[in-house]
């Protein structure tokens, strides 16, 4: 029995002395990958209406800390005077200033919203401006989102590109329809199709019928953007930001680092209070996005996706369709919420 033991417990340390070196190989080429190439990332934005699409940009500001992502540009589809300069306050307090920011020209949703000015303007104790941003709203120069959206894509090699988009379709339909320019030879379709690798999108519902807010806000786009995009797609419904919510307990305690904090700010004023959730929306595409392989979701069978006049999803299999959608398990809420709390509330790396 001694001897049995001594040769099992011989086997089992040689076993592990085996596992042990296979298993750092392994993790080091999986390091070796996130290392070298962080996922390039262009964020397509309607920051300024829900709360979400601030905790996605904390979200990506954290990622790229550890080198998962670069955070190309920001591209803004809510028209209004103070959603560029919060992207850039963002951008700022995270120290990365001089990251690009487009704006939509004649886009939706013109109105302030709840917490766009609120941030813009908050004072420190000395009443001078918290959060710096070189675009004020007083800027008239801001560039054309879909003029950033060609150079951007321009200068990075092909197929690299994942565009997280997390508002409306209106400057992705207007990039496929822009033409050859001095940015550069290929049309926007065709340049989208040289550099981009993926589009993950918060953008439809596809387990309850009904239109859904970043469709319905500009429908038409919506509906060209999907028939044509030449790209991998990767849907989260509706139905997964509403299963995925952001913890109250992270956003009242886990920001209290610095006296002002611009996304605790920005939630405080959307939703007049820090003890309620807020739906993980735009989040999820971001985590879907630059960690696809972190089981956080799951993923639907290849379908072709279209939507009515009303914003309402429907999508039918299709072997060859170009579009997949998010689902997720009672397990992987749990680890989806508590990544998006960790790296969203992640200090600036300084
Ligand atoms: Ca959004």
Known sequence: MQKFR???????????????????????????????EPVKLIFDTDIGNDVDD??????????QNRNECELLAVTITKDNKYAAPVAEQLNTFYGRSDVPIGIVKDGATKEDGNYLV????????????????????????IPDAVNVLRKTLTAQPDESVVVVQVGFSTNLARLLDS???????????????????????????????????????????????????PTPIVFSGWEIGMAVQYPTASIKNEYNYVPNHPVQIAYKSYRQSLDKTTPAFDPTSVLYAVRPERDYFGLSEPVDVTFDDNGVTFFKPNP???????????????????????????????
């Not at 601030?54 to 990622?63: E, N, P, S």
């Not at 065709?190 to 999108?201: G, I, Y």
């Open 118 to 141: 609120q941030v813009y303007n908050t004072k420190d104790t000395n009443g001078n401006r918290c959060f710096p941003s070189k675009i004020t709203a007083e800027s008239s120069d």
């Open 6 to 36: 001594t040769s099992f417990l011989f086997g089992v340390s040689f076993m592990s002395i085996i596992l042990t070196i296979s298993l750092d190989f392994s993790m080091f080429q999986e390091n070796l990958t996130w290392a070298n």
């Open 179 to 229: 033409p050859a320019d001095d940015i550069s030879p290929l049309n926007g379709k065709e340049l989208a199709k040289k550099k981009v690798k993926l589009l993950s999108t918060m953008a439809g519902s596809f387990a309850k019928q009904q239109g859904e807010y970043n469709i319905t806000c500009d429908v038409k786009s919506a509906q060209k953007l999907f028939a044509e995009w």
């Open 320 to 350: 060859n369709g170009k579009s997949r959608y998010l689902t997720v398990t009672p397990e992987q809420i749990v680890r989806t919420s508590e990544a998006l709390s960790g790296l969203c509330s992640e200090p600036p790396k300084k």
């Open 54 to 63: 601030v905790l996605a940009l904390a979200a990506i500001h954290a990622l």
